[in-house]
């Protein structure tokens, strides 16, 4: 897997655990054509490639990627599918780059087969699958009344949208911050929006780290679901640059999910959980946000 270190040292990605690398050579391609001239240029396209994904000796999915952090990426997916139980014992996690598919090993050998069978093609950005029945397990889910702090958000906001990464870069992709507080801590990126948060979640069962206190930012929409992988990950807080459906918002009031969309500059609107909002910042002491940011998230959402 790579590691922080791995990535470029620049003040803004050494403050997280986990940064985007936009000049990694295998996430982009450069690619000549022209523009509304005529003219000739060379633009930076964001790469997808297939990887398998295998539960033991099961072949479960194979999802197109950018290719970064296979093992999280797979880890995530099962556990937001409830293949992986919490406490589940990972004995190996295999990635072979050349034949694209990486093997998850578990202590316990369970079949998935009648889960499988039934599928559901959700609003995910490059065709995401959820099996079985989507709304499964979120019948008793409560998360904690977790205050938020509007000055966190705005915080989070800036220095989220200022960090180099491949949407700033190439665009066509989304990305997704874990944070806890004002500070974002793993940051993924990936062409289908559930594929960041597969990653993020990955990590968090790789890592043994607690949700209760978690932030999930997200440059994707307030779909159910993203609203559900937030939920069943355990995480309180849910909030994106973007806007909202209205299953999402249903299911996020259901769980109680604080969710807050269309964050821009100073202008966020919450439609879930406004009472935790601890509103501990004045919005116009916030500057406006610049318009490189405004252009590359109007393709975006």
């Not at 202590?107 to 989507?134: I, L, N, P, W």
Request: charged share 25%.
């Amino acid at each position: 897997m790579q590691s922080p270190a791995d990535h470029p040292d620049n003040d803004l990605a050494s403050d997280y655990l986990i940064a985007p690398d936009p000049g990694a050579p295998r996430l982009t391609r450069a690619v000549t054509g022209t523009d509304h001239t005529g003219a000739e240029v060379e633009v930076s396209v964001v790469e997808e490639r297939p990887l398998t994904i295998f539960l033991n000796r099961q072949e479960i999915v194979t999802a197109m990627t950018i290719g970064d952090y296979p093992e999280y990426l797979a880890i995530g997916f099962l556990r937001n599918q409830g293949m992986l139980a919490d406490g589940e014992e990972i004995t190996g996690v295999d990635y072979d780059e050349e034949l694209e598919t990486v093997v998850v090993r578990t202590a316990s050998q369970t079949t998935y087969e009648e889960k499988m069978q039934k599928k559901t093609r959700t609003s995910g950005c490059a065709v995401g699958t959820v099996f079985g029945d989507m709304m499964e397990g979120l019948e008793q889910v409560r998360l904690p009344a977790t205050e938020v702090r509007t000055s966190w958000l705005y915080a989070l906001a800036h220095k989220i949208n200022t960090t180099p990464s491949l949407y700033l870069e190439a665009g066509a992709i989304h990305g997704t911050v874990l944070c806890q507080g004002d500070r974002p801590l793993v940051y993924m990126e990936d062409v289908g929006r559930h594929n960041a948060v597969d990653k993020i979640a990955g990590w968090m069962f790789r890592e043994g780290v607690s949700a209760e206190d978690k932030i999930l930012y997200t440059t994707g929409r307030l779909t159910s679901e993203m609203v559900i992988k937030t939920a069943l990950m355990g995480i309180p807080v849910l909030a994106s640059r973007s806007g909202f459906t209205a299953w999402g918002v249903e299911i996020a009031r259901q769980v109680g999910l604080t969710c807050i969309g269309r964050m821009r500059g100073k202008r966020f609107t919450c439609l879930s959980g406004a009472e935790r909002l601890v509103r501990d910042m004045d919005p116009d002491a916030v500057p406006e946000e610049s318009s490189k940011h405004r252009r590359k998230s109007a393709g975006q959402a």
